[in-house]
């Protein structure tokens, strides 16, 4: 998918969505960015991935509750046999990413992340749904998996690559994250539910809730869910084990910042976020598919979301959420990011400016 010649500028639409139950604007996403999702999930074959059924079987002993949206998922996506084994999730091809987490608290928690990735693989989709009675908003990965998020109770998610090549049978992580804020209300229930549903990749989990109670998980799929009470991670778990991917992002060098900060007292929210928006934390690589594409502020008390880019900041919440969209270019020099706010969608799906692979 990546062009042999990189244009001058990247662009990436953010774009935000309201639908309470599975309906016409999903259906109208995952149509969208289905063909660079099917072209990834099958890239190595189709015997590479798992049946239908076994997948249906497995996603039903892991998250029996996720089960039925699953189904109604499947048939919004046409009912075909490869969108439903894509939908499950389940051993899907390995990818690796960069990001950073930090739960800070100031008097109130708050969950800030860097999504560190290649723009022309971010869906860059924020949704606000209520698929099992509970409102969820977070920015959307593999259709209805979860980059980060947090529900209407006040938990906070995000997720970093873990910086490990092992694989196993398990689910991408992002669908363990949509399966948490659907049924999960606090870290403690949050933590039980990943540590037994099995992860097919070494991933880091961080989150807070409302009550400012937080942890960070190590998920593998050679051992059990390693549970640290510590706010933050970034992209290697208890060792580096990828000396090369954790050179390339820094891994080291920012949980070293991030673990310096936290011992910083006294600056407030904001002080912190900015930092977030600056090196070693902010990655500029948009040319190599490692570069910030948004950072994310979480407010589990208000039930507010902020994402950030220089210079310009996106805010929405559950009691005021809007059907926006704001166009960000990505440099693929040493030049700037720069935004543009566009009109509010009103309900209409727009059209696609990147998908997914």
Known sequence: ???????????????????????????????????????????????????????????????????????????????????????????????????????????????????????????????????????????????????????????????????????????????????????????????????????????????????GHFLTLFLSPDHAAVVRNVPLATNHQTRVELPHHAALTRSVEREHYLRMRLGWLGDDLEIVARDFLKPPLYATDYRHGFGTLYTAVYRPRQGALELRWPGFSWHQSFHEFREEQCLVRFPSNRSGVSTLRSTDLSGIVAHPHHAHG
């Open 1 to 211: 998918m990546t062009p042999t010649r990189q244009p001058a500028m990247l662009p990436l639409a953010f774009r935000s969505f309201r639908e309470a139950e599975p309906g016409p604007k999903w259906r109208s996403l995952f149509g969208q960015f289905w063909p660079a999702y099917k072209a990834w999930f099958f890239s190595e074959g189709d015997a590479a991935r798992p049946a239908y059924l076994p997948s249906l079987r497995a996603l039903r002993a892991a998250m029996p509750e996720l089960a039925p949206t699953y189904e109604t998922l499947c048939e919004l996506a046409g009912g075909s046999d490869r969108a439903a084994r894509f939908l499950s999730l389940y051993c899907p091809p390995a990818y690796l990413s960069g990001c950073s987490q930090l739960v800070w608290h100031d008097g109130e928690p708050a969950l800030i992340r860097n999504y560190d990735y290649a723009p022309w693989l971010c869906e860059g989709v924020l949704l606000l749904t209520a698929w099992n009675g509970r409102r969820v908003m977070a920015m959307s990965d593999c259709a209805w998996g979860v980059l980060d998020g947090m529900n209407e109770d006040g938990l906070a998610v995000s997720l970093s690559f873990g910086g490990r090549r092992v694989l196993g049978l398990g689910f991408g992580v992002p669908l363990l994250l949509r399966y948490v804020l659907e049924f999960c209300t606090t870290v403690a229930e949050a933590a039980q539910a990943l540590a037994r549903i099995p992860v097919h990749m070494a991933y880091n989990v961080t989150m807070v809730d409302r009550q």
